[in-house]
Protein backbone atom coordinates (compact mmCIF):
# COMPACT_ATOMS: atom_id res chain seq x y z
CA UNK A 1 0.00 0.00 0.00
CA UNK A 2 0.97 3.59 -0.06
CA UNK A 3 1.61 5.31 3.31
CA UNK A 4 2.89 8.39 3.82
CA UNK A 5 2.75 10.52 7.75
CA UNK A 6 3.43 13.33 9.47
CA UNK A 7 2.70 14.93 12.52
CA UNK A 8 -0.92 16.73 12.26
CA UNK A 9 -0.18 20.27 14.44
CA UNK A 10 3.14 21.86 15.48
CA UNK A 11 3.92 24.57 17.05
CA UNK A 12 6.70 27.17 17.50
CA UNK A 13 8.33 30.24 18.36
CA UNK A 14 8.96 33.58 16.32
CA UNK A 15 12.32 33.57 15.37
CA UNK A 16 12.87 30.08 16.43
CA UNK A 17 13.59 26.71 14.22
CA UNK A 18 11.14 23.82 13.49
CA UNK A 19 11.47 20.40 12.17
CA UNK A 20 8.60 19.00 10.13
CA UNK A 21 8.93 15.23 9.52
CA UNK A 22 7.62 12.87 7.01
CA UNK A 23 7.86 8.90 6.69
CA UNK A 24 7.08 7.21 3.54
CA UNK A 25 6.26 3.68 2.73
CA UNK A 26 5.10 3.61 -1.55
CA UNK A 27 5.08 1.03 -4.03
CA UNK A 28 8.01 2.80 -5.88
CA UNK A 29 9.65 6.56 -5.38
CA UNK A 30 10.50 9.02 -7.85
CA UNK A 31 10.74 11.92 -5.89
CA UNK A 32 9.28 13.53 -2.52
CA UNK A 33 7.79 17.09 -2.28
CA UNK A 34 6.93 19.44 0.06
CA UNK A 35 4.41 22.27 -0.43
CA UNK A 36 2.98 24.84 1.71
CA UNK A 37 -0.18 25.83 2.28
CA UNK A 38 -2.10 28.47 3.96
CA UNK A 39 -5.73 28.40 5.01
CA UNK A 40 -8.08 28.26 1.65
CA UNK A 41 -5.45 28.69 -0.55
CA UNK A 42 -3.19 26.78 -2.91
CA UNK A 43 -0.35 24.72 -2.44
CA UNK A 44 2.49 25.95 -3.18
CA UNK A 45 5.77 24.49 -4.06
CA UNK A 46 8.53 24.44 -1.72
CA UNK A 47 11.54 21.74 -2.41
CA UNK A 48 12.18 18.80 -4.36
CA UNK A 49 14.24 15.74 -3.16
CA UNK A 50 15.31 12.77 -5.33
CA UNK A 51 18.55 12.10 -3.67
CA UNK A 52 19.70 11.69 0.14
CA UNK A 53 20.73 14.95 1.61
CA UNK A 54 20.28 18.27 2.74
CA UNK A 55 18.42 20.57 -0.27
CA UNK A 56 18.61 24.26 1.41
CA UNK A 57 16.80 27.03 0.07
CA UNK A 58 17.00 30.37 2.18
CA UNK A 59 15.29 29.89 5.39
CA UNK A 60 13.93 26.57 4.19
CA UNK A 61 15.71 23.37 4.23
CA UNK A 62 14.77 19.64 3.38
CA UNK A 63 16.39 16.21 3.58
CA UNK A 64 15.47 13.36 2.49
CA UNK A 65 16.58 9.34 3.16
CA UNK A 66 15.70 6.83 0.92
CA UNK A 67 16.82 4.15 2.53
CA UNK A 68 14.92 4.89 5.42
CA UNK A 69 12.09 6.03 3.68
CA UNK A 70 12.17 9.76 5.54
CA UNK A 71 12.69 13.06 5.02
CA UNK A 72 12.32 16.74 6.79
CA UNK A 73 11.34 19.97 6.84
CA UNK A 74 13.36 22.70 8.29
CA UNK A 75 12.33 26.43 8.61
CA UNK A 76 14.28 28.39 10.36
CA UNK A 77 14.22 31.87 11.45
CA UNK A 78 10.58 31.65 11.91
CA UNK A 79 8.03 34.36 10.70
CA UNK A 80 4.48 34.78 11.78
CA UNK A 81 3.72 34.50 8.03
CA UNK A 82 4.93 30.43 7.88
CA UNK A 83 1.82 29.77 9.80
CA UNK A 84 0.47 27.22 7.26
CA UNK A 85 -0.20 23.89 6.47
CA UNK A 86 2.93 21.66 5.57
CA UNK A 87 2.01 19.15 3.20
CA UNK A 88 4.69 15.90 2.16
CA UNK A 89 4.18 14.29 -1.11
CA UNK A 90 5.81 11.32 -2.89
CA UNK A 91 6.00 10.71 -7.01
CA UNK A 92 5.50 7.27 -6.95
CA UNK A 93 6.96 6.54 -10.25
CA UNK A 94 5.89 4.99 -13.07
CA UNK A 95 4.35 7.05 -16.21
CA UNK A 96 1.27 8.69 -14.96
CA UNK A 97 3.58 11.30 -12.93
CA UNK A 98 0.99 11.45 -10.06
CA UNK A 99 1.28 12.55 -6.51
CA UNK A 100 0.82 10.97 -3.07
CA UNK A 101 0.01 13.22 -0.53
CA UNK A 102 0.37 12.93 2.79
CA UNK A 103 -2.11 15.05 5.57
CA UNK A 104 -0.18 17.88 6.20
CA UNK A 105 1.01 19.40 9.16
CA UNK A 106 -0.83 22.78 10.60
CA UNK A 107 2.25 24.87 11.97
CA UNK A 108 1.68 27.52 13.73
CA UNK A 109 3.84 30.17 14.73
CA UNK A 110 3.26 32.09 18.02
CA UNK A 111 4.64 35.66 18.96
CA UNK B 1 1.55 36.40 -16.59
CA UNK B 2 1.40 32.37 -16.85
CA UNK B 3 -0.43 30.22 -14.43
CA UNK B 4 -3.34 28.29 -13.01
CA UNK B 5 -6.51 29.55 -12.86
CA UNK B 6 -9.67 28.30 -11.51
CA UNK B 7 -13.48 29.66 -10.91
CA UNK B 8 -15.16 30.55 -9.41
CA UNK B 9 -13.72 30.95 -6.33
CA UNK B 10 -16.63 29.41 -4.57
CA UNK B 11 -19.88 27.45 -5.69
CA UNK B 12 -23.24 26.79 -4.30
CA UNK B 13 -25.11 24.24 -5.66
CA UNK B 14 -28.33 22.57 -4.98
CA UNK B 15 -28.57 18.54 -4.09
CA UNK B 16 -29.14 17.06 -7.54
CA UNK B 17 -27.29 19.32 -9.90
CA UNK B 18 -24.54 18.50 -12.06
CA UNK B 19 -21.70 20.99 -11.57
CA UNK B 20 -18.51 21.99 -13.74
CA UNK B 21 -15.72 23.47 -12.49
CA UNK B 22 -12.95 25.14 -14.99
CA UNK B 23 -9.42 24.82 -15.01
CA UNK B 24 -7.27 26.85 -17.52
CA UNK B 25 -3.73 27.01 -17.86
CA UNK B 26 -1.19 28.84 -20.23
CA UNK B 27 2.09 27.33 -18.83
CA UNK B 28 2.02 25.25 -21.77
CA UNK B 29 2.14 21.79 -19.75
CA UNK B 30 1.16 18.74 -21.00
CA UNK B 31 0.08 17.19 -17.45
CA UNK B 32 -3.54 18.35 -15.14
CA UNK B 33 -4.88 17.09 -12.52
CA UNK B 34 -7.59 17.28 -10.36
CA UNK B 35 -7.45 16.89 -6.88
CA UNK B 36 -10.11 17.04 -3.94
CA UNK B 37 -8.89 18.16 -0.40
CA UNK B 38 -11.41 17.41 2.65
CA UNK B 39 -10.51 18.69 6.37
CA UNK B 40 -8.04 16.45 7.80
CA UNK B 41 -7.73 14.70 4.78
CA UNK B 42 -4.70 14.92 2.14
CA UNK B 43 -4.88 15.43 -1.20
CA UNK B 44 -6.49 12.82 -3.38
CA UNK B 45 -6.49 12.49 -7.18
CA UNK B 46 -9.65 12.61 -9.04
CA UNK B 47 -8.35 12.44 -11.88
CA UNK B 48 -5.57 13.43 -14.21
CA UNK B 49 -4.39 13.62 -18.40
CA UNK B 50 -0.99 13.11 -19.97
CA UNK B 51 -2.03 14.71 -23.39
CA UNK B 52 -4.52 15.83 -24.82
CA UNK B 53 -8.22 13.73 -25.19
CA UNK B 54 -6.85 11.15 -22.88
CA UNK B 55 -7.76 11.16 -19.05
CA UNK B 56 -7.29 8.64 -16.36
CA UNK B 57 -9.21 8.24 -13.41
CA UNK B 58 -7.14 8.77 -10.08
CA UNK B 59 -8.44 7.05 -6.45
CA UNK B 60 -11.88 8.51 -6.00
CA UNK B 61 -12.88 9.12 -9.68
CA UNK B 62 -16.77 7.77 -8.85
CA UNK B 63 -19.32 10.50 -9.44
CA UNK B 64 -17.36 12.83 -11.42
CA UNK B 65 -16.39 13.26 -15.34
CA UNK B 66 -13.49 14.69 -16.95
CA UNK B 67 -12.50 15.83 -20.75
CA UNK B 68 -9.70 17.00 -22.41
CA UNK B 69 -10.56 18.78 -26.02
CA UNK B 70 -7.55 21.39 -25.23
CA UNK B 71 -4.60 21.32 -24.02
CA UNK B 72 -4.85 24.91 -21.64
CA UNK B 73 -8.51 23.50 -20.12
CA UNK B 74 -9.31 19.95 -18.02
CA UNK B 75 -13.13 20.93 -16.52
CA UNK B 76 -14.27 18.80 -13.66
CA UNK B 77 -17.92 17.79 -13.60
CA UNK B 78 -19.29 16.72 -10.09
CA UNK B 79 -22.29 14.81 -11.02
CA UNK B 80 -25.47 13.95 -8.80
CA UNK B 81 -23.67 10.66 -8.75
CA UNK B 82 -21.20 12.16 -6.19
CA UNK B 83 -22.35 11.48 -2.55
CA UNK B 84 -20.26 13.82 -0.49
CA UNK B 85 -19.49 16.84 -3.14
CA UNK B 86 -18.72 19.32 -0.54
CA UNK B 87 -15.29 20.12 -0.49
CA UNK B 88 -12.24 22.07 -1.96
CA UNK B 89 -11.11 21.38 -5.18
CA UNK B 90 -7.61 21.59 -6.90
CA UNK B 91 -6.29 21.82 -10.02
CA UNK B 92 -2.77 21.26 -11.00
CA UNK B 93 -0.71 20.76 -14.11
CA UNK B 94 2.89 20.29 -14.66
CA UNK B 95 5.24 18.84 -17.85
CA UNK B 96 6.02 15.07 -17.26
CA UNK B 97 9.27 14.50 -17.01
CA UNK B 98 11.40 11.31 -18.57
CA UNK B 99 11.80 10.29 -14.97
CA UNK B 100 7.44 10.50 -14.76
CA UNK B 101 7.52 12.86 -11.73
CA UNK B 102 7.57 16.72 -12.11
CA UNK B 103 6.61 19.21 -10.25
CA UNK B 104 3.06 20.31 -10.18
CA UNK B 105 1.56 23.64 -9.68
CA UNK B 106 -1.92 24.37 -8.63
CA UNK B 107 -4.82 26.58 -9.43
CA UNK B 108 -6.16 29.02 -6.51
CA UNK B 109 -8.80 26.34 -5.97
CA UNK B 110 -12.76 26.31 -6.00
CA UNK B 111 -14.95 25.45 -2.82
CA UNK B 112 -17.87 23.67 -3.78
CA UNK B 113 -20.66 23.84 -1.03
CA UNK B 114 -24.05 21.44 -2.10
CA UNK B 115 -26.94 22.84 -0.04
Known amino acids: GQNIDQPTEMTATEGAIVQINCTYQTSGFNGLFWYQQHAGEAPTFLSYNVLDGLEEKGRFSSFLSRSKGYSYLLLKELQMKDSASYLCAVGPGGSQGNLIFGKGTKLSVKP | DGGITQSPKYLFRKEGQNVTLSCEQN?????MYWYRQDPGQGLRLIYY???????QKGDIAEGYSVSREKKESFPLTVTSAQKNPTAFYLC??????????????FGPGTRLTVL
Open chain 2, 27 to 31: LNHDA
Open chain 2, 49 to 55: SQIVNDF
Open chain 2, 92 to 105: ASSIPGTSGTDTQY
